[in-house]
């Protein structure tokens, strides 16, 4: 018997579904405590004042406010600098 259908079968069409990830409030919008601010892979985004990041890197609100986001320089162990974006609750 074959293991394989003749013909029609195919071997592709196995996408992952879609995560939803990005930025779900943007600056100036007004958050509740616990409101996801950004879903993300990695630390693209930096928690500032009032954010907390979550286990899988999500950014969520800590007090009601408005959100903000900023640039800030971080500095390596090694003396070396690069900006960050950060985003803040106020």
Same mark, same amino acid.
């Given at each position: 018997? %074959?293991?394989?259908?003749?013909?029609?079968?195919? $071997?592709?069409?196995?996408?992952?579904e879609?995560?939803?990830?990005? /930025?779900?409030? #943007?600056?100036?919008?007004? /958050? +509740?405590?616990?409101?996801?601010?950004?879903?993300?892979?990695?630390?693209? #985004? &930096?928690?500032?004042? +009032? /954010? *907390? @990041?979550?286990?899988d890197?999500?950014? &969520?609100?800590? $007090?009601?406010?408005? =959100? $903000?986001? %900023?640039?800030? $320089? @971080?500095?390596? #162990?090694?003396?070396?600098? *690069?900006?960050?974006?950060? /985003?803040? =609750? @106020?």
């Open positions: 018997m %074959a293991h394989t259908k003749a013909k029609g079968s195919t $071997k592709l069409g196995r996408d992952s879609a995560k939803r990830l990005g /930025v779900k409030k #943007f600056d100036g919008e007004i /958050v +509740n405590p616990g409101e996801i601010i950004i879903r993300q892979r990695g630390s693209k #985004f &930096y928690p500032g004042l +009032n /954010v *907390k @990041r979550g286990r890197d999500t950014l &969520y609100a800590l $007090k009601s406010g408005s =959100v $903000k986001f %900023a640039e800030k $320089k @971080r500095s390596h #162990f090694d003396g070396s600098r *690069k900006f960050v974006r950060v /985003v803040s =609750v @106020r």
